[in-house]
């Protein structure tokens, strides 16, 4: 339900990796142009129809936004049968919120990130007791096919998820944005800075993620006594940016239980 940008990275990686034939996968997707463009791409079918779209689905995934989430739930919950299993990456929307508005009890809640469009996500889930083993193990297959994926028992990390890793894009292209003015500030060309913000803030990632060492252990390798290093790592603390970061990740975390609370 719902054909926007991470329902599309879905059915890309579901093809992609062989999991479901292009006929097997129905859209309910309301605008035209939208339509078209699901099927002309993939080969799925695709129709303005959410009703029609569940028939005989095994997972039922909710990929619409969150003040289009009551709308929908009325307009489905009827619709839904024993034995399907609604997978919603819809974010803020409790398992409570979805069992209650849709009037089913197999859920699953699925906190992806933006990444996922290329196969680089990172996303955080869990479920109800009611889904059943096998429709755990094919969901994990279908994450699996965003990027990395974690699964954990408490729901509350889903939450702590959506202000860490869902919104945290937007966190390290703020600070992408800010490395590029920068160096426009200095004279560099703004595609120069931008090649070299973004190679940085990649190879940094990767280094990280490759090395497996503490980030902290990476930083000091970096950082000579009284070097320039040292001096722009000073200007950092002085603005008091590790405060803030944290700040702003539990900013997001208390809205995105307030949205739960709302939805």
């Known amino acids: 339900i719902g054909g926007g940008v991470m329902a599309e990275a879905m059915i890309s990686g579901v093809i992609g990796a062989r999991l479901s034939h292009p006929s097997d996968i129905s859209i309910g997707e309301p605008v035209q142009t939208r339509r078209k463009y699901l099927t002309g791409k993939f080969g799925v079918v695709v129709t303005p129809n959410n009703t029609k779209a569940l028939d005989s689905a095994d997972i ?21 049968i024993e034995g399907q299993v609604v997978l919603s990456i819809v974010a803020g929307a409790t398992i409570d919120t979805l069992t209650n508005g849709l009037n089913h009890s197999a859920i699953i809640r699925v906190m992806p990130n933006t990444p996922a469009q290329i196969g680089a996500g990172m996303t955080v889930w869990t479920a109800s007791g009611n889904v059943p083993q096998e429709k ?58 931008r090649r070299l913000s973004l190679q ?63 939805v």
């Open 60 to 80: 039922v995934v909710l990929a619409v936004k969150p003040q289009q989430l009551p709308t929908v739930m009325l307009a489905t919950r009827s619709t839904l």
């Open 136 to 193: 755990i193990s094919v969901s994990k297959k279908i994450l699996r096919t965003l990027g990395d994926e974690l699964y954990v028992d408490n729901e509350s990390f889903v939450d702590m998820a959506t202000a860490l890793s869902a919104s945290g894009p937007a966190y390290v292209f703020l600070f992408m944005e800010a490395l590029i003015d920068a160096g426009v500030h200095m004279g560099m060309s703004r595609e120069m800075a």
């Open 200 to 262: 940085t803030v990649l190879g940094s990632a990767k280094l990280a993620f490759e090395s497996g060492t503490d980030p902290a252990t990476l930083r000091n390798m970096v950082t000579s006594p009284g070097g320039t290093t040292a001096e722009a790592l000073r200007a950092f603390e002085s603005g008091r940016f590790r405060a803030v970061v944290l700040e702003a990740v539990q900013a997001a975390y208390d809205r995105s239980k307030e949205l739960g609370g709302g």
